[in-house]
């Protein structure tokens, strides 16, 4: 079967942020934590006033998405540093449990490389926590390399990846 890699559609929000936020529930480390965190990941259409989103579809059942900022930052969460102009930011990965490990995350983070090169981007960046393991390694795979921690005040961290396009 065909999955297809697309920006979202209107009305898929909702979908969009279920399976995003199911990818989330056991795996990001913010989500146990903090349960305001999975509200955020599910909020596809508040996502989608500040940025792209990128869907995987298959026979019309929707299976991952990714959160690509091209012009500015998403409002909300730990403040981050503003988007600069050569640079696309990543954001919120997931990809339903029942079809991970197909390659579709890599689809949809392939995806996010395109559109950001399409916006005359020089590089990708992206932010994820240390427990979230498989993600890190999908991305070291693809030619990410780690750029600088972010710590906030809080003590929360976050690994960084740069990818030069």
């Not at 399976?19 to 259409?45: F, G, H, K």
């Not at 579709?104 to 960046?125: D, H, N, S, Y």
């Not at 994820?128 to 991305?139: C, I, K, N, V």
Request: hydrophobic share 35%.
């Amino acid at each position: 079967m065909t999955v297809e890699i697309r920006r979202l559609r209107p009305g898929e929000e909702r979908q969009a942020g279920d399976v995003t936020a199911l990818a989330y529930r056991n795996q990001a480390e913010p989500a146990s934590s903090n349960p305001d965190y999975l509200d955020r990941v599910a909020d596809v259409a508040a996502r989608a006033q500040h940025a792209m989103i990128l869907v995987a579809v298959e026979e019309g059942r929707l299976l991952g998405t990714v959160t690509v900022e091209l012009t500015g930052r998403i409002p909300g969460g730990h403040p981050r540093p503003p988007l600069e102009p050569d640079r696309a930011h990543v954001r919120m990965l997931g990809v339903h449990p029942d079809v991970q490990g197909r390659g579709i995350g890599r689809r949809l983070m392939e995806g996010a490389a395109e559109e950001a090169r399409r916006a005359g981007k020089r590089r990708v960046t992206l932010e994820t926590t240390e427990t979230m393991r498989a993600a890190q390694h999908l991305y070291e795979s693809m030619g990410y390399r780690r750029g600088e921690d972010l710590e906030f005040d809080d003590g929360f961290r976050l690994r960084t990846y740069v990818l030069r396009l």
